[in-house]
């Protein structure tokens, strides 16, 4: 069946650069999520990507896409404390005749001062 | 434009009662979904409904079960609460279906 990995935590300090993995199992996903989801909040939308790409970035956001080890990543660029939040991989998969998503379990990233 | 509204944001229910939570998708945006998001279980797929039909359940028993209606809003229904329902319940909405899902704010429901 289908799932999504992802380590359970990250500390970096201020400034650095943060890279976050998942992998995936289902190959025919079509498009590979980001989310953010800080304190009592829902999840908000970082970026996506679509499964033919390898890169996109956007602003300090780099997601880089290795469909053949089925890995997925986000970087992050000049980590900032307002940063510090937990993020979770999605894929899309297509499932009984409609799409859901398929979540990771969360990486929390914690930013040090 | 606006987002996706979800109310209310908090709950509190008695073991054996039911709740409605409702779901308002971004203007324009026909497929709403459905998720539950709990410490021990992380995120799962309820439901999903596009054009007023339901098109995918997740793994739950019967006593979830939801609509929309023609304005694309959707509702979520739990009868016969137990403990194990208290979750953040957080709504999606996309204007294709399996692309671009927007998320609400979730409600919390806390079942004592």
């Known amino acids: 069946g289908e799932d999504v990995e992802q380590s359970l935590f990250l500390s970096v300090r201020e400034g650095d650069s943060s890279v976050i993995n998942c992998t995936y199992t289902?190959?025919?996903?079509?498009?590979l999520y980001w989310y953010k989801q800080e304190p009592g909040a829902g999840l908000q939308l970082l970026t996506y990507i679509f499964s033919n790409m390898d890169m996109k970035q956007d602003q300090r956001l780099t997601v880089l896409l290795n469909k053949k080890d089925k890995h997925l990543s986000l970087r992050i660029a000049d980590t900032q404390t307002g940063d510090s939040a937990i993020y979770f991989c999605?894929?899309?998969?297509?499932?009984?005749?409609?799409?859901?998503?398929?979540f990771g379990s969360g990486t929390r990233l914690l930013v040090r001062p | 434009k606006a987002g996706v509204t979800q109310t209310p944001r908090y709950l509190i229910k008695t073991r054996g009662q039911q709740v409605t939570l409702s779901c308002s998708p971004i203007?324009?945006?026909?497929?709403v979904s459905w998720y539950q998001q709990t410490p021990g279980q992380g995120l799962q797929f309820l439901f999903e409904?596009?054009?007023?039909?339901?098109?995918n359940k997740g793994n739950f028993p019967g006593r979830f079960s939801g609509r929309q209606f023609s304005n694309s809003r959707s509702e979520m229904n739990v009868s016969t609460l137990e403990l194990g329902d208290s979750a953040l319940y957080l709504c999606?909405?996309?204007?294709?279906?399996?692309?671009?899902?927007?998320f609400g704010s979730g409600t919390r429901l806390t079942v004592v």
């Open positions: 999606a909405s996309s204007l294709v279906e399996g692309y671009g899902y927007t």
């Open positions: 289902d190959s025919s996903s079509t498009y």
């Open positions: 203007s324009g945006h026909r497929s």
């Open positions: 409904y596009f054009s007023e039909t339901q098109r």
């Open positions: 999605a894929e899309s998969t297509w499932m009984d005749s409609s799409y859901k998503l398929i």
